[in-house]
């Protein structure tokens, strides 16, 4: 039981001393003009060896996660946290118009770089604020309507491949859309899929990008440990992709959760205010992942019973999920 333990231990750790910038959205943070990396430089030796070890070290994990479930630590937490489950659409319902307040209030919709120009944007906006906070789930359904037309008219003006990063947005309106429904229990397992994309799209930004984010290091003098900065900005990206995709094959949710959430209050420490509106509602997400854990959603590893079978599908999962989104990405945005 050492071994797992010191293994949790220090996936921990890494995370926490993950750079600031691995959840930071950096077109929200520099003026720097967008230039791609060629694909030959993203996929450098050091780019290949980290993807090879990162998968085999997941497919490891698949089995090691078994174990820690057992131990009555975890339990107890466990049990402790079921009890909260009936809370969850209620957060999310009440958390998502907190989310919407703040950014009428900052003069912006969805994320910093989107400012409110139409006064019917920033009316419909309270309408569905109004909607939501009023406890009947019909107007609940009808607020989320509204945010949903609201989210195809900035997908209009912003592209298809730029509103990918707030893709979490259209699975939060669906959760609230079939709230009460026979589709009910489809809600929240949605929920991690369509964050962990969006964290997954993210993160392939500063592999493509990286200019931009290591102006983000230089302006706010984040510490990179010891790491060049063109490294530390691929580690920090490879360790968000990992925390997306954790997330969509539905493991460790709830200890990412926390420990990411740790993450986002650290950047609020340092990029302020606009951390706090771009962030505000993956918090409410990332507390929602913390309560409801992961018994209602099927991983896909489930498919296949062998241990072997298991580790083999996440490597080659893992491998085919980051060559698709890079490959997307660096086609498309």
Request: glycine share 6%; aromatic share 16%.
């Amino acid at each position: 039981m050492k071994k797992p333990l010191a293994f949790y231990i220090f996936l921990i750790i890494v995370i926490l001393c993950t750079p600031i910038i691995a959840t930071a959205h950096v077109k929200w943070f520099t003026e720097v003009t967008p230039e791609k990396e060629t694909i030959e430089q993203i996929l450098s030796p050091m780019f290949m060896t980290l993807t090879v070890f990162i998968a085999l070290l997941l497919a490891v994990l698949t089995q090691l996660l078994p174990l820690i479930d057992k131990w009555n630590v975890s339990k107890k937490v466990d049990g402790f946290l079921d009890r909260y489950r009936t809370f969850s659409r209620y957060i999310l319902k009440y958390g998502t118009a907190i989310a919407l307040i703040i950014q009428v209030w900052s003069g912006t919709i969805f994320a910093p770089e989107f400012a409110i120009t139409n006064s019917l944007v920033q009316i419909a906006l309270w309408v569905s604020i109004i909607l939501l906070l009023i406890p009947v789930h019909y107007a609940t359904k009808a607020g989320a309507l509204v945010l949903l037309f609201l989210f195809i008219y900035q997908l209009v003006h912003s592209g298809l491949f730029h509103m990918l990063d707030y893709g979490f947005y259209l699975a939060i309106i669906g959760v609230l859309l079939i709230g009460k429904t026979r589709l009910e229990n489809w809600g929240f397992p949605f929920l991690y899929l369509g964050t962990g994309l969006s964290l997954c799209w993210v993160a392939v930004e500063k592999w493509v990008y990286p200019a931009m984010s290591i102006d983000i290091l230089q302006q706010h003098g984040v510490p990179t440990f010891g790491f060049a900065q063109g490294t530390f900005v691929v580690l920090a990206a490879f360790i968000e992709f990992v925390v997306g995709y954790l997330l969509i094959v539905g493991i460790l949710n709830r200890l990412l959760a926390f420990v990411l959430t740790l993450i986002f209050i650290s950047t609020t420490m340092l990029f302020g205010s606009t951390e706090i509106i771009g962030h505000f509602m993956i918090h409410v997400v990332l507390i929602i992942f913390i309560i409801e854990g992961v018994s209602f959603y099927d991983p896909p590893i489930r498919m296949h019973r062998l241990k072997v079978s298991q580790m083999v599908f996440v490597f080659l999962n893992f491998v085919f999920t980051m060559a698709t989104f890079l490959l997307l990405y660096y086609r498309f945005a």
